[in-house]
């Protein structure tokens, strides 16, 4: 192996130049301008001349495409290098669509990247330490990149998938006077035969409770990803960033879940590089459409469709980055009573169409007509196809587009769009409850979430509350917990215990996703009957009785890191008046109640074994105390200088 250079490859494959004659032509520098303008704006043109810009189109209207494209995929399509995930390998045709109908307006695209990673990808490894603070961190990047050329008018952010959207969304939220627009990277196509991509990561739980063969395990792991782009095929976290970038009214209605790489997709861009122009030439900015009254139409859809619980995380971070109201606790349980799930799909049920069928349905605007009817919706705020919402609904109701898309749903799958998208009285009928709950009790004075629409409606009672009295089975780290979960001996999980995932909080883990663990839970045969609670977090995937952002966590001093192997815990969800209680109540299956419970954890001191995860990058700890200055995971695990300022000694 030739590492240093012995030899040739070939005999021209050491040649080079040291200089070059340079583009042909003149850049046509105004006096004024040579006299007025900064250096930067001047050098700038000879880049663009140097990267190969005809010098006699120099002066047109600048727009930046910021996106999270990653990976490099040949002209056939085939890939050169892989990316972290199909979300944003096909990307770069979005942003070649868009560059093109810039330039045929005669404006000048500029391209700027901030790669994102994979929360499925990075499941159970140490890579999931990064997977929040990433977050932060591109919202940063994204916003530099676009500040770095200030000549631009407008940004166009395309991004598709759990941390890099929201980052897209934040960045384009803190930059409040520039007309902005989202192009969302939409949806890897559904497997005709196989299994989607969320059962497809219980596999190895499966194989290791032997209800799966080697071979089948071998057969549906090559197929589940059917397509080479988009997010994945069920409503998690990057399916929900999409519907909240729609609902806010960041893109054009009938944006978010676009099949990937399909010709619909690239006529979405197109039209975005449209309204994008549009916005500039009418002077709307990103704050004339990121209202108050958006993010309550976001909330809105959000409970509508049975969005992830990461977006009570990531919904407020954006409001911050506008200088917007952040929605609480309160604000998310009233938006919640008020309304009704009337979306099917992955995982939610009763059916769990995927992603694409959703679209195909109609998607976010066939939702909001829905929600509009029941009179939900603040219909007068401004979007980014420079209309009011009131106005894309008029338009997307008697739209040539509408009946297309729902007539080929019918007539390709054999699927009645009303029975995906459902009315209210329909969804009443399907026993469709509301989608998130925020128990409390004294394992969580702060607060913890769970996606009660999403608890299997088998083991709830017929008063629609999920009651629970089980065994506590302690575990310092995820790793710990899904080998009990594969374990076939005596520390296996059974039906009957609750599970306890400590650490996993902001300063034990970067706030991980326990997702392999929710969906082997799910697809195991008993996994109905576990519960789970953690002060970490769920993929939007997650589905049962599993309560996350259990606060304060742990290595915080909260009392579920008090808690012991057998201690009694009770843990009650009312899915219908979405109110829930989390309690330890007694020990050794002694039912002592709750008083005892609040005794003990108050005498009880935090046990000795908690720590961070091993490994955890200094980047992801700085990440940790700075959200956690900032307010925490309430907060949206922003990062705000003021409160950093209040409560340090800066």
């Not at 309550?296 to 959000?302: D, S």
């Not at 954006?318 to 009704?340: E, F, Q, Y």
């Not at 039906?495 to 883990?509: E, L, Q, R």
Request: include cysteine.
């Amino acid at each position: 192996m030739d590492i240093l250079g012995e030899s040739k490859l070939n005999n021209d494959s050491w040649e080079f130049l040291t200089h070059a004659e340079g583009p042909k032509g003149k850049i046509e520098f105004t006096p004024e301008q040579l006299i007025s303008e900064p250096s930067g704006n001047l050098f700038a043109q000879s880049q663009n001349t140097g990267m190969g810009w005809d010098p006699k189109k120099l002066w047109g209207t600048q727009f930046m495409i910021l996106s999270t494209l990653g990976g490099m995929r040949g002209d056939d399509g085939r890939p050169i290098a892989l990316g972290h995930h199909t979300g944003h390998f096909e990307l770069g045709m979005l942003i070649e669509t868009v560059a093109n109908q810039i330039k045929d307006d005669d404006g000048i695209p500029y391209s700027a990247y901030c790669s994102d990673p994979c929360d499925g990808r990075s499941q159970g490894t140490s890579g999931m330490m990064d997977s929040l603070p990433y977050r932060n961190d591109a919202a940063i990047v994204m916003r530099r990149l676009s500040r770095s050329i200030p000549t631009t008018k407008g940004v166009m952010g395309i991004a598709t998938c759990d941390k890099g959207l929201p980052a897209m969304m934040m960045a384009l939220a803190g930059t409040p006077e520039k007309p902005t627009i989202i192009v969302p990277g939409g949806v890897t196509l559904a497997v005709e035969e196989g299994e989607d991509t969320a059962m497809i990561q219980s596999i190895g739980a499966r194989y290791a409770q032997d209800e799966v063969t080697l071979e089948y395990a071998q057969d549906m792991g090559c197929k589940t990803c059917a397509s080479p782009g988009g997010g994945c095929q069920f409503l998690g976290t990057a399916g929900t960033s999409q519907v909240i970038a729609e609902s806010l009214g960041m893109t054009l209605p009938h944006a978010a879940l676009t099949p990937s790489g399909t010709n619909i997709w690239l006529d979405t861009g197109r039209r975005s590089a449209l309204a994008l122009k549009n916005l500039v030439d009418n002077k709307i900015n990103t704050k004339a459409i990121l209202t108050d009254q958006a993010f309550e139409n976001a909330m809105i859809v959000h409970a509508a469709c049975g969005g992830s619980t990461n977006l009570i995380l990531h919904l407020p971070a954006i409001a911050h980055a506008v200088k917007r109201k952040m929605m609480k606790v309160d604000d998310w349980t009233r938006i919640n009573k008020l309304t009704p799930r009337l979306v099917d799909v992955l995982p939610n049920g009763p059916k769990g169409f995927p992603t694409s069928v959703f679209f195909s349905s109609g998607g976010v605007p066939e939702v909001m007509l829905k929600l509009r009817d029941e009179g939900l919706l603040n219909l007068d705020v401004m979007t980014a196809s420079g209309k009011t919402l009131e106005e894309n609904l008029n338009w997307w109701e008697q739209s040539e587009k509408r009946h297309f898309v729902r007539d080929q749903l019918v007539k390709s799958r054999g699927i009645d769009p009303e029975d995906v998208v459902h009315s209210l009285k329909n969804s009443k009928k399907k026993n469709m409850t509301s989608t998130v709950t925020f128990p409390k009790g004294n394992i969580a004075p702060e607060g913890s979430v769970v996606k009660s629409t999403a608890i299997d409606k088998t083991v709830i009672d017929e008063d629609g509350v999920y009651r629970k009295i089980g065994p506590a089975r302690i575990f310092i780290s995820e790793a710990d917990a899904i080998k009990a979960v594969k374990d076939k001996g005596p520390n296996k999980i059974k039906a009957g215990d609750i599970m306890v995932i400590v650490c996993g909080g902001p300063k034990g883990t970067g706030m991980q996703e326990v997702a392999q663990i929710t969906i082997a839970l799910k697809y195991l045969p008993y996994g109905k009957e576990v519960a789970l609670i953690t002060d970490g977090r769920f993929s939007g995937v997650s589905t049962g009785a599993c309560i996350g952002h259990i606060g304060p966590e742990a290595l915080d001093g909260g009392p579920i890191g008090k808690l012991k192997e057998n201690d009694m815990i009770e843990i009650n969800i009312d899915t219908i008046n979405l109110e829930g209680s989390l309690d330890l109540i007694g020990e050794n299956e002694e039912n002592k109640g709750i008083d005892w419970g609040n005794q003990q954890l108050k005498n009880r001191k935090i046990r000795n074994d908690l720590k961070p995860q091993d490994g955890i990058p200094e980047d992801t700890i700085l990440w940790a105390h700075l959200q956690s200055l900032s307010g925490g995971a309430w907060n949206g695990c922003v990062y705000d200088y003021e409160l950093i300022k209040k409560n340090s000694s800066i």
